[in-house]
């Protein structure tokens, strides 16, 4: 999981500017540190205010969760006295990107704790948490990978990967739409992700951790059958194929958490139903990650275990197949 720290720029930007010498005027008492006595009143900033004002409060709700403050996290999610998801939540649809930034930082922040995942993405304010990430990925904000990791954060909750996955926002009023036939579903909104970024996305770009971190979500919505099914009537498994097909970086480069192994972990969850092992079969997929079966990590067994589950030829296998059963038994300690 990510946690940020929000760098000082007033402190990284502050220039002294060369003026004839007056008499200096009082400094300014420094800013006193946000607590959590003060949330009620930064809640009621983000709600009624814009702007800056908004922005300001938004950044002292950051402060509370930032790294130095990581026991403020679990209180001011789990404790009942304050709904602080609903305001950040609020503050992901502004058009002033500080604001909208800062929120998606302290969003991410609060989906760290393991006691705050079922709040974020199941309670009372989950629709809102779970509909802003959704539409800022859908938007392309420059926030987007900060919006799936968030979600991915959640979504290691496994009570709530079907919930996610079937987040289809519809107009007040409206009748509930699949996600397949929504287009602002967030199901939709990741295939368009993966569908409409570059070959071969310059990495580092947003873009690039845009489309990394959704590999990242997918890789834990697949896990169940019923989201399978969904994904694999989508364009997603042929992306992720495309991402093996065209690294130019050999296995034993890919570090943990790269494009490359959350794509062959999504391959591998896919794999294992049969309502989507279809569509990776479609897309060539055992022809695209045999070659990585010869590596002996970790990639070359999950390699090996998807060509089994997407019923390779024994011949396929290295050594005509016989480390595979080792390796399965291998893998199976390893995910």
């Not at 003060?38 to 930032?66: F, H, Q, V, W």
């Not at 304010?125 to 926030?143: M, N, P, T």
């Not at 065209?246 to 969850?269: C, H």
Request: hydrophobic share 40%; net charge neutral; glycine share 6%.
């Amino acid at each position: 999981m990510v946690s940020f720290r929000r760098k000082n720029k007033e402190a990284k930007e502050a220039t002294e500017a060369k003026v004839e010498k007056k008499p200096e005027a009082p400094k300014a008492a420094p800013a006193k540190p946000p607590t959590l006595d003060d949330i009620p009143e930064l809640i009621e900033t983000m709600l009624n205010e814009k702007g800056e004002k908004s922005a300001a409060a938004t950044k002292r709700i950051y402060e509370l969760c930032d790294v130095g403050h990581k026991q403020n996290r679990v209180p001011m999610v789990c404790s009942g006295k304050w709904d602080v998801l609903t305001p950040l939540a609020k503050c992901l649809t502004q058009e002033s990107g500080d604001g909208r930034h800062l929120a998606c930082l302290a969003l991410n922040n609060l989906s760290i704790p393991t006691e705050n995942k079922r709040v974020m993405a199941l309670g009372p304010a989950s629709k809102d948490v779970i509909g802003g990430l959704c539409k800022v990925i859908a938007e392309d904000k420059q926030e987007s990978y900060l919006c799936c990791i968030c979600l991915m954060n959640l979504s290691f909750l496994e009570a709530s990967i079907t919930s996610i996955l079937q987040h289809s926002p519809v107009a007040d009023g409206k009748s509930a739409v699949p996600p397949l036939e929504n287009a602002e579903s967030l199901l939709r909104v990741l295939e368009k992700l993966l569908t409409n970024s570059p070959a071969v996305p310059k990495s580092g770009s947003g873009k690039s951790e845009g489309v990394r971190w959704a590999c990242g979500l997918i890789k834990n919505l697949a896990k169940s059958e019923e989201n399978a099914a969904l994904i694999g009537k989508t364009e997603i498994p042929k992306c992720v194929v495309e991402n093996i097909r065209a690294t130019t970086a050999p296995p034993s480069r890919w570090t943990s958490n790269s494009l490359e192994d959350f794509s062959l972990f999504v391959i591998l969850n896919l794999a294992q139903w049969p309502v989507s092992k279809e569509a990776l079969v479609r897309a060539g997929a055992v022809d695209v990650i045999k070659p990585i079966m010869a590596e002996g990590d970790l990639q070359g067994l999950k390699a090996t275990m998807a060509c089994a589950f997407l019923d390779a030829e024994w011949s396929t296998f290295p050594e005509q197949g016989g480390p595979a059963a080792k390796s399965v038994a291998e893998l199976m300690t390893n995910i």
